[in-house]
């Protein structure tokens, strides 16, 4: 490494760049190809139309909510907005107390009641289970690549029922006498068995489906999952009674864990002694009318056959529980027990027209932004200023892929804000090149060649760059964990910009000054080159291959470089070699003196524009140690 | 013209021409002082902030794309459905906003309705928007969060980096002007306070900061050379940086400002009220300010915590009692020496060692030899 050319390496570092830029564009257009992705970013509703909503979490009493919990509450909302039919909304938790919810178009009333009403957890008694099989043959139709077996045993139980009519209230007998508890078989009027031997099991329950379900009444219901329909009695223990729940592996009597995994329900004191009632009811009693159901939400969630009368309101469900599903199950308990309704807190209709002329207008201001940006490089940079263009063009290319990855990957959509984050980073990126560019300026001023203020001026913009960038990505973090709403996309953007922006700097930028310093129409100033004698303000002479210098007078023009702050406090960058064929042959004391502060006086500059930095650094370092070394002395 | 930025940036560099940034701060600081005073004053004064409706609560609907432009025509609308006076204002050519207060379900549902037909357009053109009362204090405590996270978390990092408080509490410092100064802008001025607009003033916070790093890394730079000379004083090195970094900090601000102008333009004149608008705009303003707090505030600030220092003022004196006997006289604020003509001109030698320091030459000497057996 140490001993490549600045020009080799640079070309390396490009060719680096070439590599990543490609590597982005080819897992993108793959992407495409495969119609998982698209080139275009994807936009968010207030550039596409659409509704958005947040919404906040009301519990009753005050009580907190935690994440899981909230987490529970949008995985309830979005099975609603998916069973109501709505496609593409999207539901997020925003700073963990908010609940964002996107759709296309107008929601309609009763979607709008259905995000916003709370999800009720209840414990039913089953009075009839029935496999619905209908359901089970849209399965079968959905997934063709079952096993055959399973296919063969599904169809066999589809061909024994075979009766495709709908069942009347007639057809069934009236109860004999009034129900006495939860699980008597009264409950069941002829019109509640038609209803059960009716109904088709879905994930989707209509508004007036759920405003009928009164606790009081037996309910038709199913688990969404399996298939099984219920017909169930009156609400036997609400979910408001359940105090905690937690998962974890099963003890046997002895205390040992029996490596299976179960779900401990904790009730309160009025929940225990309904559980306590019911379940010492349910244990007598025939399959399948010694199961109970557990609602949530007007689904059957799962249901547990009742294996001993639980007194202690800490009743355990075992199965075949995966570690998830356990702790699925205990999660959707602790929902159970504080019923989460939501208020909407803002509300935002853009229509798709005003999408339109966002979007547009949003592009238009960014390539006004970027038009003004070039021309200002240019006027002040000169042909320099197309390397901050092409720059500009190259950081905007790679955002502009980096979005639309972000998008297939994680659904990043682009917002009106995300779009002015994008256009304030154009001056943020651009600023960069300006750092870059003041201290090759200065460094050339020092009197340096070009190559040699290139590498001397990069060594020490890199470290500033560095330095301001991270304020930048300390903001965009911060802004994005505390935002909320739209402007999130405004603090995302404006992270990743900066980040783009020091992979730029460090990966094309320097190494296209690198290469571009040995270029004759730079490096001997030629007009308009941005280099230019002119342009520096500074009287300087082409020296030969690529060298500047000052004027040898005898006056004061060169001395200035001497005593002038500059030379002095360039300290540190070896400002004024003792080599160098600009110095002044003037001997004075006052050089004498100078001499100790330059750091590197064993070196001539011939021999210091072939080192790398890393080399420059070291003699550097060695120097200013001694040079500490000789204060101290002098100290004394 | 820009051959003339060029050979000012070149006399800013070395010290021939120089703007007493420093020298001059107790003027700045008063200058702020009053600023500070009129910004807390000015809110009292006006009766707070013109707050968004996102602070307040209510309904907003947006029509856009209409030929029609007419107030009344909304006004009317919300009237007829609610019995309330809406604010109604025409923020860009073609785009109608209307504010009410806050309305149920179904009449956002009519005043949109009412719009539609009022003014002649299509349910696509309707866009609303409803906040509840809340909605803002949440926003303004979450931003407050992230405010006091970002200020905490930056005084760590620019402490650790500069490996000084000094530095870190200067910018901080300097910091507070900024948001003081931006909010009695906006008090001033009555622009409307959105959470786009606070948003924007957190992303000042932010760029203030930045063009406060490039110009505290460049003095950062110059002090530490400061003890191994003699010819210039603490403040003028000071004063050379931010002079140094001067085109920097024009160019930064004019490349910061140029794609922000963009936007306001678009965000203001054509798109009327809204998110580009609000972000815009503070930042416009914070911009501005935050570069200017940087030159005046912050730097200065900087040189006046330190300057007191003992190590500072005893090389502050040497310096000055050798310029005494050096038969310097003038020098420009950056600390370039100048002539009886006010010509720049190089620093005299240093006056010769008095007899007794024919000794310390020797010691030195010795310790050039010595210093590479110490490594």
């Not at chain 1, 963990?96 to 009763?110: K, R, S």
């Not at chain 1, 547009?360 to 006027?379: P, T, W």
């Not at chain 2, 007493?20 to 006006?46: C, E, G």
Request: charged letters at 20%; hydrophobic letters at 45%.
């Amino acid at each position: 490494m140490a001993t490549r050319t600045p020009a080799a390496h640079a070309r390396g570092v490009l060719i680096g760049l070439l590599v990543l830029l490609l590597g982005m564009g080819g897992l993108l257009a793959f992407a495409v190809q495969d119609g998982r992705a698209q080139w275009a970013p994807l936009l968010a509703l207030d550039l596409e139309g659409g509704t958005q909503m947040v919404l906040s979490p009301q519990v009753d009493g005050g009580e907190e909510i935690d994440e899981e919990q909230l987490q529970q509450a949008v995985e309830v909302i979005r099975q609603r907005v998916d069973g109501s039919g709505v496609t593409e909304a999207e539901i997020t938790t925003q700073g963990g107390e908010n609940v964002v919810v996107g759709l296309p178009g107008t929601p309609d009333a009763e979607t709008r009641e259905l995000i916003q009403a709370s999800a009720d957890m209840e414990f039913r008694p089953v009075l009839r289970a029935e496999q619905d099989m209908a359901f089970l043959e849209e399965l079968l139709a959905e997934e063709e690549d079952l096993s055959e077996e399973d296919a063969e045993a599904l169809e066999e139980q589809l061909d024994g029922t075979e009766e495709e009519e709908q069942a009347q209230p007639e057809d069934f007998e009236e109860p004999t006498a009034e129900p006495e508890n939860g699980s008597d078989p009264n409950w069941i009027t002829p019109q509640v068995a038609a209803d059960f031997a009716n109904f088709e099991c879905s994930s989707e329950i209509s508004l007036e489906d759920r405003a009928e379900s009164s606790p009081d009444e037996p309910l038709v219901s199913c688990d969404p999952e399996s298939g099984m329909k219920y017909l169930l009695g009156p609400v036997a223990v609400p979910g408001t009674n359940i105090e905690d729940s937690s998962f974890g592996m099963e003890q046997s009597g002895a205390g040992q864990s029996t490596g299976r995994w179960a779900v401990t329900i904790n009730f309160d004191a009025e929940g225990t002694e309904a559980f306590s009632d019911t379940t010492t009811r349910l244990l007598g009693l025939e399959a399948p009318r010694n199961q109970f159901a557990i609602m949530l939400d007007g689904q059957v969630i799962s249901a547990p056959t009742t294996q001993a009368a639980i007194v202690d309101g800490r009743p355990q469900i075992t199965g075949d529980f995966t570690e998830d599903e356990a702790r699925g199950l205990s999660e959707q308990l602790r929902y159970g027990s504080l019923p989460i309704s939501f208020e909407i807190e803002s509300e935002q209709q853009i229509s798709a027209t005003l999408g339109e002329e966002q979007l547009r207008l949003g592009l238009l201001a960014g390539i006004i932004g970027l038009v003004l940006v070039a021309g200002y490089a240019l006027f002040q940079y000169r042909t320099l200023g197309l390397v901050t263009i092409v720059s500009l063009v190259v950081a905007g290319v790679m955002t502009w892929w980096a979005i639309a990855l972000l998008g297939w990957s994680d659904g990043y959509r682009l917002s009106l804000a995300g779009i002015a984050g994008l256009i304030v980073a154009i001056g943020l990126t651009a600023d960069s090149f300006i750092v870059y560019f003041e201290r090759i300026k200065d460094e050339l001023r020092e009197g340096r060649s070009l190559p040699g203020a290139v590498e001397a001026g990069w060594s020490r913009a890199r470290r500033t760059i560095l330095a301001s960038k991270a304020v930048n990505v300390i903001a965009a973090v911060v802004l994005y964990l505390v935002a909320v709403g739209n402007v999130r996309g405004f603090a995302f953007t404006l992270g990743l910009t900066a980040i783009i922006d020091v992979i730029l700097v460090f990966l094309f930028t320097h190494p296209l000054m690198q290469l571009v310093a040995r270029r004759k129409f730079f490096a001997a100033g030629k007009k308009f080159s941005g280099l230019s004698e002119k342009e520096l303000g500074v009287d300087v002479l082409y020296r030969g291959s690529g060298r500047f210098g000052r004027r040898q007078q005898s006056g004061s023009a060169e001395t200035l470089s001497q005593s002038a702050p500059a030379a002095a406090l360039a300290g540190t960058s070896a400002g004024s070699l003792p080599s160098s064929p600009l110095r002044p042959s003037a001997g004075a004391a006052g050089d004498a003196r100078e001499d100790r502060v330059q750091e590197v006086p064993e070196i001539s500059e011939s021999e210091w524009s072939q080192m790398t930095i890393a080399e420059r650094r070291r003699a550097r370092a060695a120097a200013s140690r001694q040079q500490d070394t000789d204060e101290t002395e002098e100290g004394r | 013209m820009a051959a003339n930025f060029a050979k000012a940036g070149n006399q800013l560099y070395t010290g021939e021409r120089a703007y007493p940034f420093i020298q001059r701060s107790n003027l700045w600081f008063i200058l702020a002082a009053v600023l500070i005073l009129a910004s807390i004053a000015v809110p009292f004064f006006r009766g707070g902030f013109n707050l968004g409706i996102e602070f307040t609560g209510g309904s907003e609907f947006t029509v856009s794309q209409t030929e029609n432009t007419d107030i009344a025509v909304g006004q009317d609308a919300v009237e007829e459905v609610s019995g309330q006076e809406a604010i109604v204002t025409n923020v860009a050519p073609g785009t109608v906003r209307v504010q009410t207060e806050e309305l149920s379900d179904t009449e956002t549902l009519e005043v949109a309705d009412a719009l539609q037909q009022g003014y002649g357009v299509s349910a696509e053109q309707v866009s609303s928007t409803f906040i509840g009362p809340v909605w803002g204090e949440q926003i303004s405590e979450q931003m407050l969060l992230g405010l006091i996270v970002f200020v905490v978390l930056v005084a760590l990092y620019m402490a650790f980096y500069f490996r000084t408080w000094t530095m870190s509490i200067a910018a901080m410092l300097g910091l507070a002007f900024v948001v003081i100064v931006t909010v009695g802008i906006y008090a001033a001025t009555g622009f409307e306070v959105t959470p786009s607009a606070i948003i924007g003033f957190l992303t000042i916070l932010s760029y203030a900061l930045y063009d406060t790093m490039v110009v505290f890394d460049k003095i950062r730079e110059n002090v530490d050379g400061l003890r191994s000379q003699l010819d210039q004083t603490f403040t003028e090195r000071v004063n050379l940086a931010v002079n140094q970094t001067l085109v920097r900090s024009i160019n930064t601000s004019v490349v910061g400002i140029l794609p922000v102008g963009s936007i306001l333009f678009i965000g203001s004149l054509l798109l009327g009220a809204g998110t580009l608008r609000d972000i815009s705009l503070s930042l416009f303003v914070g911009i501005i300010v935050g570069t200017l707090a940087t030159i005046f505030i912050q730097a200065p600030l900087y040189a006046r915590m330190r300057r007191n220092d003992t190590a500072i003022r005893s090389h502050t004196a040497e310096v000055l009692a050798l310029r005494e006997q050096r038969g310097v006289h003038a020098v420009t604020s950056s600390g370039m020496a100048l002539d009886a003509a006010g010509q720049p001109t190089v620093f005299p030698p240093l006056p010769e060692p008095e007899p007794e320091g024919e000794l310390e030459d020797d010691d030195e000497y010795q310790v050039i030899i010595q210093a590479p057996h110490e490594h």
